[in-house]
């Protein structure tokens, strides 16, 4: 019987998988290949960059859109592109700008029609 080789993933697939910005990571996790055994132990278990990381930022967007409680392409409407700190996405909040209240709007309405479409389906 052979043995079987380990699942591995790219640095910029596990990046995702753990919600952290790529070229925020270390650079040996950047260089290197993740074995799926190694992506659990980091979710399991973070090391204290991947929970400053976290905590801290700079974030990728999808986060940030969560943070913001927007889209990814509200986000890119609004022109923010690049990761953003906690520190950023806590100013942004704190200054609420026009764009944040009319995408927060938008993703609400789009909520609303996704659940109205289910409870539709399922009726």
Do not use: C
């Amino acid at each position: 019987m052979t043995a079987r080789k380990a699942q591995t993933m790219k640095p910029a697939t596990a990046a995702k998988k753990l919600d952290v910005y790529l070229p925020a990571t270390p650079a040996e996790f950047q260089e290197g290949v993740v074995s799926r055994d190694e992506l659990n132990a980091l979710q399991t278990d973070p090391p204290e960059w991947l929970r400053e990381l976290r905590k801290n930022g700079p974030h990728p967007r999808s986060v940030v859109a969560a943070r913001l409680g927007v889209s990814i392409s509200g986000l890119a409407r609004a022109g923010i592109t690049e990761a953003l700190t906690t520190e950023d996405i806590e100013a942004i909040r704190a200054e609420n700008p026009d764009w944040l209240e009319r995408e927060r709007a938008t993703q609400a309405e789009v909520r609303r029609q996704e659940a109205e479409l289910r409870n539709r389906s399922s009726s």
